[in-house]
């Protein structure tokens, strides 16, 4: 009987070893066949890439390299790369209805992603909101900005405002690359640029560092987010945001306490403040009487 318990016992223990290799064998596959998956490549910079209907001369040595670096920075920076595609999905109809109604490329909605990554932010030069306007341009162009209002923070004001200066950067400077270059520099410095180089040309001027990134990280965020797959980015329609539904009150006069406002609006205070980002303080200062429209959650 002893040695029938040892056998047993032998056996046992023999199937229980084979089984662990087994196993293990099995693990170990798995996890090669994710790092395989998940392999970091080299990206190819693609002889089609255009911006607003103008052609990237990637046959440029040192263009298609600028390209490479931002497609490569952003296609691997996958956290992020993954909110712009959720937030996209919230706000970018907005922004292309806009764009369409004022003739503007519709390319420049990716321009709103490289500057803000379409959130209210404020820079620390005092650029804020999805189109990043300092306060003194963002009044120039039909925006009020001061202690008790934001509308760099209203994106369909902000937004019509980014076409009214991208429309004139372009009738100074002759091409839409020039007027998205602009945007960052400022057109009296491309313009000035342009002048002391005789070029005219974005793609053949010799800029400062940052607006030299600049027009090469707005064509990769397009290439990018108009073919994800492409670039492993896998989602599915409900992990994306969207707006809620809300209606437009029309207000034309002060409203001295917007906690009060919104309870007789049967609205949290927060989701007043959430749809209407432009409102700064819990009132509205508004002497004037000017037409305002905020937006309530249904």
């Keep these: 009987m002893k040695n029938v318990f040892k056998i047993s ?11 662990s290799i087994s196993y293990t064998d099995i693990v170990e596959k798995k996890i090669d066949k994710s790092r395989v998956y998940y392999g970091v490549k080299a990206l190819e910079v693609r002889s089609d890439l255009s911006f607003a209907g103008e052609y990237v001369p990637v046959h440029m040595a040192d263009i298609k390299e600028r390209i490479d670096r931002e497609l490569l920075v952003n296609t691997y920076w996958q956290s992020n790369g993954l909110l712009f595609f959720k937030r996209a999905n919230k706000y970018f109809p907005i ?7 004022n003739n503007v490329p519709d390319d420049f909605k990716y321009l709103a992603i490289i500057e803000s990554g ?20 963002a009044r120039q162009y039909g925006l009020e900005v001061n202690k008790n209002i934001d509308e760099r923070c209203h994106i369909e004001k902000s937004t019509l405002a980014a076409c009214k200066y991208l429309k004139n950067a372009k009738k100074k400077l002759g091409s839409w690359t020039l007027a998205a270059a602009a945007y960052n520099a400022g057109v009296y410095s491309i313009s000035n640029s342009i002048k002391k180089q005789s070029v005219n040309n974005y793609y053949r001027l010799l800029l ?6 600049y027009i090469p990280r707005l064509i990769a965020v397009k ?3 108009g073919n994800p797959k492409r670039y492993g980015f896998n989602y599915k329609s409900d992990d994306l945001y969207n707006n809620v539904k809300t209606k437009k009150i029309k207000v034309n006069y002060q409203i001295n306490d917007l906690y009060k406002f919104a309870k007789i609006h049967n609205v949290t205070y927060k989701d007043l403040k959430i749809n209407n980002p432009w409102l700064k303080q819990s009132r509205l200062n508004n002497k004037s009487k000017r037409v305002y429209y905020l937006k309530i959650p249904l």
């Excluded at 922004?95 to 109604?101: A, F, N, Q, V």
């Excluded at 820079?123 to 189109?131: L, Y």
């Design 223 to 225: 290439e990018i987010m």
């Design 208 to 213: 400062n560092n940052e607006t030299s990134r």
């Design 118 to 137: 379409l959130l209210n932010v404020k820079s620390r030069a005092g650029a804020k909101g999805f189109w990043q306007f300092m306060p003194k341009t």
């Design 95 to 101: 922004i292309e209805r806009i764009l369409k109604e």
């Design 9 to 19: 016992a032998v056996l046992l223990l023999s199937i229980a070893f084979i089984n």
